[in-house]
């Protein structure tokens, strides 16, 4: 009986160290983006204030380019990131968790220098949950968007999932997201995570928050906040405009001016 309980308790301390660095959710010995267990929704996984904003949740499509501009808006600076036009549903999911607050005081909970940055879990909210930081989420998976041409460079936005053991098809988490620091040390994950936008500005920020100081478990000891991620309005605004204006002279070819010959 002894040595049955004994057996038992070993296997659920090994379960429960999954994903963390060192040792991802699917078994690997290297540093992995893994999430540690099939994502559930948060309590509070939906908008959590009734703010206005002039893009809203029912009217951001319209209002936002093919490839938008959103600031990351954290405690320690804004990282301001480009999303792809080529990933449409990690793109679009990501626009609207923005515009509808549900990223709003969120943490960086894992944070490893020389690697990359991660964040977009509701549960980082309540520091009672802290055992459960980097399992929660909108109760939803994205399916892979994964291009060859979308590396891991220094500033990628990419999307956190769960290990190839439990998710073969390699689909993204709902919310979670990480930030390439060290495109060296993250080469080994080309082809293996769906990369949906780059930084474009605040690689600073990102080496900053690097930096801090961090637990056994790669959290930081000080919490980094993401305050909010929106729109940057005024330039969505002109490169949509660019693109109307585009699709307008597309469809409404200027004919070349005749030419006029020359006397002899």
Same mark, same amino acid.
């Given at each position: 009986?002894?040595?049955?309980?004994?057996?038992?308790?070993?296997?659920?301390? %090994?379960?429960?160290?999954?994903?963390?660095?060192?040792?991802?959710?699917?078994?690997?010995?290297?540093?992995?983006?893994?999430?540690?267990?099939?994502?559930?929704?948060?309590?509070? %996984?939906?908008?959590?204030?009734?703010?206005?904003?002039?893009?809203?949740?029912?009217?951001?499509?319209?209002?936002?380019?093919?490839?938008?501009?959103?600031?990351?808006?954290?405690?320690?600076?804004?990282?301001?990131?480009?999303?792809?036009?080529?990933?449409?549903?990690?793109?679009?999911?990501?626009?609207?968790?923005?515009?509808? $607050?549900?990223?709003?005081?969120?943490?960086?909970?894992?944070?490893?220098?020389?690697?990359?940055?991660?964040?977009?879990?509701?549960?980082?909210?309540?520091?009672?949950?802290?055992?459960?930081?980097?399992?929660?989420?909108?109760?939803?998976?994205?399916?892979?968007?994964?291009?060859?041409? $979308?590396?891991?460079?220094?500033?990628?936005?990419?999307?956190?999932?769960?290990?190839?053991?439990?998710?073969?098809?390699?689909?993204?988490?709902?919310?979670?997201?990480?930030?390439?620091?060290?495109?060296?040390?993250?080469?080994?994950?080309?082809?293996?995570?769906?990369?949906?936008?780059?930084?474009?500005?605040?690689?600073?920020?990102?080496?900053?928050?690097?930096?801090?100081?961090?637990?056994?478990?790669?959290?930081?000891?000080?919490?980094?906040?993401?305050?909010?991620?929106?729109?940057?309005?005024?330039?969505?605004?002109?490169?949509?405009?660019?693109?109307?204006?585009?699709?307008?002279?597309?469809?409404?070819?200027?004919?070349?001016?005749?030419?006029?010959?020359?006397?002899?």
């Amino acid at each position: 009986m002894k040595r049955t309980l004994t057996f038992v308790l070993v296997v659920l301390l %090994a379960a429960s160290c999954g994903g963390r660095r060192g040792h991802g959710a699917d078994g690997n010995p290297a540093d992995s983006l893994a999430t540690e267990t099939p994502e559930a929704p948060a309590a509070k %996984a939906g908008p959590k204030t009734a703010k206005a904003d002039t893009i809203s949740a029912a009217n951001y499509k319209d209002r936002l380019p093919q490839e938008p501009i959103f600031d990351i808006v954290t405690s320690m600076g804004t990282i301001r990131v480009k999303l792809y036009k080529d990933t449409p549903k990690h793109r679009d999911n990501f626009a609207r968790l923005a515009v509808t $607050h549900y990223y709003d005081d969120v943490l960086f909970h894992r944070v490893i220098n020389g690697f990359m940055i991660q964040g977009g879990d509701p549960y980082t909210r309540d520091t009672s949950r802290v055992e459960e930081w980097g399992e929660g989420g909108p109760g939803y998976t994205i399916d892979a968007e994964i291009l060859p041409e $979308h590396t891991h460079k220094k500033g990628a936005l990419a999307a956190a999932r769960r290990g190839n053991m439990a998710n073969p098809m390699r689909e993204s988490s709902g919310s979670q997201f990480y930030l390439v620091q060290d495109s060296t040390n993250c080469k080994h994950l080309n082809g293996e995570y769906t990369v949906f936008g780059e930084t474009v500005g605040g690689l600073n920020v990102i080496d900053r928050i690097a930096r801090v100081q961090t637990d056994r478990l790669d959290r930081p000891v000080r919490p980094v906040v993401i305050q909010r991620i929106r729109p940057n309005e005024q330039m969505n605004k002109r490169a949509l405009e660019e693109e109307r204006r585009a699709l307008e002279e597309a469809a409404n070819p200027t004919e070349p001016e005749a030419q006029v010959p020359t006397e002899p």
